[in-house]
């Protein structure tokens, strides 16, 4: 393990999906200008409280679509698909495509994203009609039977990555380009000058670095830090109807719900014997128990789900659920399946494993395999949901992704431009000021917040 400098040029804050693609792409890109990048030239170090992969990038179920509603969103997902494609070996990606599979309160919505997918030329194929999309379907899976179907939206790239596989490839990357990634250290301060309040140097728990330039990628630890920049616990929002809406907190958290069912991953191939693309069934009828028949929901639902040899067994969750309290008084440590309080309940798992029996007569009777292991974890979320990927303190750089962030490999390269004095176009949507300008991102009618 390499030994913490008394200076570093760029310090990244979290060994998770960003910090190590924007320190990999930053050594990369400086590199390209001539530069030597490690311990006779610009320093990158990237420091990690626990070690490469222990946040929300660890534990991810590792789906990556370009599936939304939001323009800016679409965008900027189709450039992480091209980096996940870049190379998929490293990445641990597979790209099997993905599918949002809605009921007809989404269709008008769902079809305006496929018209701009085909304007940005990213592939996908749009079935609309209830007996159409049964028969696409049933094409590909013999056993389809979901009901209130009216539109499928099968985009031919994205897929899914292997959490940790992708995040040690990452961080193979990084050190091969210069970069020191340092497991174990937590970063406890920042320590800010007087006049401009821009960081000169990171306390940590082994020591203080000096450095010229932070990068903030801590995930559901966001919170944190940017107390320790002293920014705002509170934000004023300009409404769409242009009124303020003063006193919003800045960060809230919900708890992602995901499991696993102990099939064999083949259970899930396609009727020609091929791996499935990642399916997404939102829907309006009404959910039954497959254990006891009782009513779960009769309101808008949602699920997600994948044959995942990593995982061993087709894996993968439901919309999350709120942490119904403020940011400050969540415990996010011990974070995920070894937290006390946000690992998932019986209720998911009779919720999703009917929901899979719903959507597949191959699922019906199968609740009893589900893995009974704790699973799930929490996410911060910014007021609207969306991103907020922006400069604090003039030299500080906070990626924070509310959550949507695993398939967002390629904002680490666009944020590495920024860095090296670039505007990325991508990334302007996403900044801090668009609450108080009242810029904000349409909303869509899907059940998930991040949709
Ligand atoms: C259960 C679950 C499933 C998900 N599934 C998907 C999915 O399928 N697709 C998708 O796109 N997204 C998914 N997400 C969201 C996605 O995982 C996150 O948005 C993304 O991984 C966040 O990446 P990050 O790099 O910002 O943070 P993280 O991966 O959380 O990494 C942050 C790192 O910072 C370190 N750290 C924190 N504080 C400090 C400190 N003070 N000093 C030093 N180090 C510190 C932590 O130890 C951690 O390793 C899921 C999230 C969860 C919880």
């Known amino acids: 393990m390499p030994q913490l400098p008394s200076h570093a040029h760029y310090v990244v804050i979290g060994a998770g999906i960003h910090g190590l693609s924007t320190a990999m792409h930053l050594a990369r890109k400086l590199a390209a200008r001539g530069k030597t990048v490690g311990l006779a030239g610009t320093r990158i170090v990237v420091l990690d409280k626990t070690a490469i992969g222990a946040g929300a990038s660890g534990i991810a179920c590792g789906v990556v679509r370009n599936n939304y509603y939001q323009p800016a969103m679409r965008e900027l997902m189709a450039h992480c698909v091209s980096v996940w494609e870049s190379d998929p070996e490293a990445y641990s990606y597979h790209p099997v495509g993905y599918m949002q599979i809605s009921p007809e309160s989404m269709h008008a919505q769902v079809g305006s994203i496929y018209e701009q997918q085909k304007a940005i030329g990213y592939e996908s194929v749009f079935i609309e009609g209830e007996a159409e999309c049964m028969r696409y379907m049933q094409g590909l899976l013999a056993d389809w039977q979901a009901k209130n179907i009216t539109s499928v939206l099968h985009e031919k790239r994205g897929g899914y990555a292997n959490n940790m596989a992708s995040l040690a490839g990452l961080a193979r990357k990084a050190r091969d380009a210069g970069v020191d990634i340092i497991e174990g250290v937590e970063v406890t301060s920042l320590h800010m000058s007087g006049g401009t309040g821009h960081v000169t140097a990171v306390a940590t728990s082994a020591g203080v670095v000096g450095c010229d330039q932070v990068i903030v990628g801590v995930g559901p630890w966001v919170n944190s830090v940017w107390q320790m920049l002293d920014l705002p616990k509170t934000v004023t929002i300009k409404g769409r109807d242009g009124k303020r809406n003063d006193g919003i907190p800045m960060w809230h958290y919900m708890a992602l719900q995901e499991g696993t069912l102990g099939v064999d991953p083949d259970y899930q191939k396609t009727n020609d014997g091929r791996m499935p ?50 940011a400050d008084e969540v415990r996010v440590d011990p974070y995920g399946p070894k937290s006390p309080e946000f690992v998932v309940t019986d209720n998911f798992a009779d919720m999703w494993t009917s929901a899979l029996a719903f959507c597949q007569k191959r699922f019906e009777g199968k609740h009893g395999v589900y893995r009974k292991e704790p699973s799930g974890g ?37 944020v590495s431009d920024e860095l090296l004095g670039a505007t990325s176009a991508l990334l302007e949507p996403f900044r801090f000021s668009r609450y108080a300008e009242g810029r904000l991102h349409p909303v869509s009618n899907s059940p998930f917040p991040w949709s």
């Open 378 to 414: 929490i996410g911060c979320f910014t007021p609207d949901s969306f991103p907020v990927i922006d400069r604090f303190r003039e030299n500080v750089y906070v990626i924070a992704d509310s959550n949507h962030g695993y398939k967002m490999i390629g904002v680490g390269d666009l």
């Open 277 to 326: 693309p990642v399916i997404h069934v939102d829907t309006d009828a009404p959910l039954y128990s497959d254990r006891d028949g009782k009513l779960i929901t009769d309101k808008m639902w949602g699920i997600y789900y994948k044959p995942d040899f990593h995982f061993g067994g087709v894996q993968g969750g439901a919309m999350p659920a709120v942490v119904d309290r403020p």
